[in-house]
C-alpha cells in the first residue's frame, strides 16, 4: 500500500521560502515519477511541479523560476523549493506518485496535504 507523508507548510511573508517534503512508502520509489499539486480555496487542483525517476522536471509557468523539485531516492523523499512566495501560492498542496512519458501523468495516490499560507 502506497503511502505518502507531506511537510513542511506554513506561515510565511511574500518574498518568503519554504521547502515542502514528501515521504514515500510502501511503492518502488526510485522508478517513480513523483508530482506536486496544489488547491487553492475555490480553485481546482493543480500539478505545480513534477519530476522523473531520472530527474527530468516540468513546472506550472506560475511558479518556473521560483520553485524548484528534487527527489533523493535514497531517502525515498521528494521535495518542493519555493523562494519568492506570492499570495497567490497560498493553498493546500498535496504529493502524487505518477508516471512519465513525455511528461508527468498522475496517478490515485496522494498524501493528505500540507497548507501553506502566504500573508502578511
Known amino acids: 500500500q502506497v503511502q505518502l507523508v507531506e511537510s513542511g507548510g506554513g506561515l510565511v511573508q511574500p518574498g518568503g521560502s519554504l521547502r515542502l517534503s514528501c515521504e514515500a512508502s510502501g511503492s518502488i520509489f526510485s522508478i517513480n515519477a513523483m508530482g506536486w499539486y496544489r488547491q487553492a480555496p475555490g480553485k481546482e487542483r493543480e500539478l505545480v511541479a513534477a519530476?522523473?525517476?531520472?530527474?527530468?522536471?516540468n513546472y506550472a509557468d506560475s511558479v518556473k523560476g521560483r520553485f524548484t523539485i528534487s527527489r533523493d531516492n535514497a531517502k525515498n523523499t521528494v521535495y518542493l523549493q519555493m523562494n519568492s512566495l506570492k499570495p497567490e501560492d497560498t493553498a493546500v498542496y498535496y504529493c502524487n506518485l505518477g508516471s512519465w512519458h513525455f511528461g508527468y501523468y498522475g496517478m490515485d495516490y496522494w498524501g493528505k496535504g500540507t497548507r501553506v499560507t502566504v500573508s502578511l
Open positions: 519530476i522523473s525517476s531520472s530527474g527530468n522536471t
